[in-house]
């Protein structure tokens, strides 16, 4: 099971950081990844982060300004968001994805590599 937490309300140019906790597994053979869904529009990636730290991956839309990272020992990943923009307001929700034998694979930013979904956590940046 998934848990993002870590949303609420900021001003444009603040920051927040969003945490994945994972329960019932061992989080340090999955990729993750974080998605967002704005009112009216599509689920879309954000970030997603490998079992190997070194492999990431971003939108271009968050590049230089969010920054995911992965604690196994506390079965979380985080997404550090800075400078965050009103266009950034949305649910964000994270997922898993079994990268057992994968360590060094670069992790899927699309939502079909993904099968484990936690609920979402609202962001809403205002201007």
């Known amino acids: 099971q998934l848990q993002a937490f870590g949303g609420g309300l900021v001003q444009a140019g603040g920051s927040l950081r969003l945490s994945c906790a994972a329960s019932g597994r061992t989080f340090s053979s999955y990729a993750v990844g974080w998605f967002r869904q704005a009112p009216g529009k599509e689920r879309e990636f954000v970030a997603a982060?490998?079992?190997?730290?070194?492999?990431?991956n971003y939108a271009d839309a968050v590049k230089g300004r969010f920054t995911i990272s992965r604690d196994d020992a506390k079965n979380t990943v985080y997404l550090q968001m800075n400078s965050l923009k009103p266009e950034d307001t949305a649910v964000y929700y994270c997922a898993a994805a079994d990268y057992s034998g994968r360590y060094y694979y670069t992790p899927p930013a699309n939502l079909n590599g993904y099968a484990d979904w936690g609920q979402g956590t609202q962001v809403t940046v205002s201007s």
């Open positions: 982060i490998g079992r190997s730290a070194i492999r990431t």
